[in-house]
């Protein structure tokens, strides 16, 4: 399989990069960047042409994909053109900024037929793995509640590159990049958020509580708090509530702004619970007679989305994580997210 990188400008490119060009039968062909400096360098690095012209990169048929990495902004019409051109997509996510080009290239990835992956490394982990079967074993009783926290001191340390503080480039801050990650966990185990019962007021009570009549419901919506701790114009402090299907909340939960911070997952059922914390994993429900136990045994890691990718273009295996619907799926969650971190207000699905 031959792939073109394309840009250097996320802090996961050459991470990806590597883990391609370890992948037998797999090779790196070509780089294009928005900076023709930082690519031909990197060019270089890998030991393959720079190709300034990325038509030049989708005419190209000895290309079987690309490895989208450039900024955000760009997504949504550099992807479009490659999907167009019949080239297999692997991106980093978000897919895009905005729902109308994500459903655009979602439509034009299917009618092509091409084989999507979008970097949802989370949903191989051996510990969520686990949590999200105890989730729909039935074992915790109807889910209620899921909390995920992933943060980072990215600000505080300055590691983090500056261009990640650009609004026009990246979309947003802090959620938009390492919240991506409880988002579309909450997404896999809460399922993307539908109508939700609500109690009812007044005459509409009185009706509601008459036998046969359905309850009433409104969309399911999303609230945001997003501050600011170091002045960089977005947010590195970020929460967000949204509401699911029967009732259930999902809480993300990220930012730049905290050292030694632990991966956190946390799901509530009416009948017990699962935690995560970093790589422990512990539940209750009544198989523990209600008492927190710590998980010994965990199922083993999925492929890598990098290799679910290659092989899903190389040996037509099935994709399992990140595919095109979850990304649209991830956009939409996300493009309310901010809508209503703008607003200050719910904002509705």
């Not at 051109?85 to 900024?97: C, M, Q, S």
């Not at 037509?316 to 207000?345: F, N």
Request: hydrophobic letters at 40%.
């Amino acid at each position: 399989m031959n792939i073109a990188m394309i840009s250097s400008w996320h802090v996961h490119a050459r991470g990806y990069a590597n883990d391609f060009k370890a992948i037998p039968g797999c090779s790196i062909t070509a780089v294009w960047d928005e900076n023709p400096d930082a690519g031909r360098a990197w060019a270089e690095e890998l030991g393959c042409p720079f190709v300034a012209d990325y038509e030049e990169i989708l005419a190209d048929p000895s290309i079987d994909g690309i490895a989208m990495t450039a900024p955000t902004c760009l997504h949504g019409d550099m992807l479009l053109r490659a999907a167009k051109a019949g080239k297999h997509i692997f991106t980093e996510k978000v897919l895009t900024i905005g729902t109308e080009e994500a459903l655009a290239i979602a439509q034009a990835v299917k009618e092509n037929h091409l084989k999507f992956v979008v970097s949802f490394p989370h949903r191989c982990r051996p510990e969520l793995l686990y949590a999200k079967s105890l989730a729909d074993s039935g074992k915790l009783g109807q889910i209620t509640y899921a909390r995920v926290r992933n943060a980072h001191n990215g600000s505080v340390a300055g590691w983090l590159p500056d261009y990640f503080y650009d609004e026009a480039l990246c979309g947003g801050g802090a959620m938009i990049d390492l919240g991506a990650h409880p988002m579309y966990l909450l997404n896999w185990i809460l399922g993307q958020p539908k109508s939700v019962p609500v109690a009812c007021a007044g005459e509409t009570a009185q009706a509601s509580s008459t036998a046969g009549q359905a309850a009433e419901s409104r969309a399911a919506d999303v609230s945001s708090v997003f501050t600011q701790v170091t002045g960089r114009g977005v947010e590195d402090n970020a929460v967000s509530v949204i509401s699911y299907e029967n009732g259930a909340i999902g809480v993300s939960e990220t930012g730049f702004v905290t050292p030694n911070d632990p991966f956190v997952l946390e799901i509530r059922g009416t009948k017990g619970g699962v935690s995560v914390r970093g790589s422990e994993v512990s539940y209750c429900c009544g198989e523990t007679e209600d008492k927190w136990v710590t998980v010994d045994t965990l199922p083993e890691a999925l492929p890598s989305p990098q290799q679910q990718w290659v092989d899903a273009v190389t040996k037509g295996t099935p994709i399992t994580v990140g595919t095109i619907d979850d990304a649209v799926a991830l956009t939409i969650l996300m493009e309310g997210a901010y809508k209503a971190a703008r607003s200050g207000e719910r904002h509705e699905f």
